[in-house]
């Protein structure tokens, strides 16, 4: 859901905001030159009540100034948010240069074990070893040429940025700020797309914490990037979302077969994620900005349902903070709620509110349904999403006949989890893109 604010080095912030080392995976980016939605003509943004279908790519931007061997687009596609129509989203989709030839690469297979859950705590195994990531990392550097069926698309999911149009991870300044992480699967030979969530930076709002449309996003993004022929994306797919877009990831995981058969998801990663959407409100109220995240939570209810009247259920300082939501990104909301008591802001604790209960409930429920295996990411010391929340949610995946793939990191937290299993997460990945993917580890009775 966030990230504790590192130096900027060079540029200038917004509002506030700051520039950290690792921009692509904690959400809260620096967003400026946002004169318009990234992707849209001069001439204004495209109708988001035009005819369309999920997935249509509508305007593509590409982006100069992209690192070497890697091509950029800003995007704006279509997307399905609570109705039958349609809505735009903007994003970005990465992609080696490459010629395109026939021959896929070969991915070395990797040892397995499987963890059975013991008492009240699920324990992790990983038995991929520093050689063998090596030696997976080498087959996949000479992988940037296009092979039969197109290149593998890893969809990423940021964290919390915020619901005002500014934060839109596709307009970060510099440009690709939001995708730095991601350029070693690029130069891996993958295509990366970026989703931007429905209504950040694109018409309408952004259901903020609402599982069912970020998922949506996130698997309509790999259709359009389809589209754009240089990209050479294919159909296969792995999922990989943080925080908040873990809760992004495993909507979509759950999606997928229905909403999206033309896609072959391999596989669903999620680091530190927002899975319990209840329990994760109820730990984080007490904390000093816990009330920064109760109102993007009941922003992003009262966006999914129009009957709900949000000031009703604010003080005149809760009133103020939704201003500030509503206009400035996550930073500026969390400090200005910093130290401000639930009983300040709100008429009464939301979390007791039958309309916003049964709505976050039906977020945890949305995200917790069968899939494609699954890797989950956890920092022991993670105290955003906690790790007994994290390890709840993976006995209900299991419990849905899912193959869970748990791996803890007793030092992490909320931050450094994004370090702590990256080497994880690349193994994973190439495993599941695999030409036979190849068994991964199930922690599942």
Known sequence: MRFPRLPVSGGSPRRGMRLPLIVLLLGLVPLTACGRPAGASPDGPPSPSGPGRPGDLVEQTEVRGAPPGIRAWRIVYRSRTFSSSTALVSGLVLAPTAPAISTAPTVPTVPTAKTVPTGSTVTAASTVTTATVTTVTTALSTATAVPTGGRRVVSFAHG????????????????????????????????????????????????????????????????????????????????????????????????ATAYAPDLQVRGVIATAPLADLPASLTALEHHSDGVAYLLLAMIGAADADHRINLNSYLTPKGRRLLAIARTRCAPDLLAASNGVPVGAAFRQNPLRLTPFATAFARQRDEVTRRMAPTLILQGDR??????????RVVRRLCATGTTVDYRRYPQANHGTVLGASMTDLTSWTARRFAPHPLAVTDICP
Do not use: K, N
């Not at 970020?214 to 943080?242: C, H, M, N, P």
């Not at 993670?382 to 390890?391: A, E, G, K, L, S």
């Open 160 to 255: 919390t940025t915020g619901v005002a149009d500014s934060c839109a991870p596709s307009v970060a300044e510099p440009p690709l700020a939001a995708a730095a992480w991601t350029f070693s699967l690029v130069r891996a030979g993958y295509v990366v797309t970026l989703t931007d969530y429905a209504g950040l930076g694109t018409p309408g709002e952004h259901a903020i914490y609402v599982a069912g449309p970020e998922g949506r996003a996130a698997l309509d993004i790999v259709r359009a990037a389809r589209a754009i022929r240089a990209s050479g994306a294919g159909r296969d797919v792995v999922l990989w979302g943080y925080s908040q877009g873990g809760q992004a990831v495993l909507s979509a995981g759950a999606q």
């Open 382 to 391: 993670d105290t955003v999403i906690r790790r007994q929340d994290t390890d």
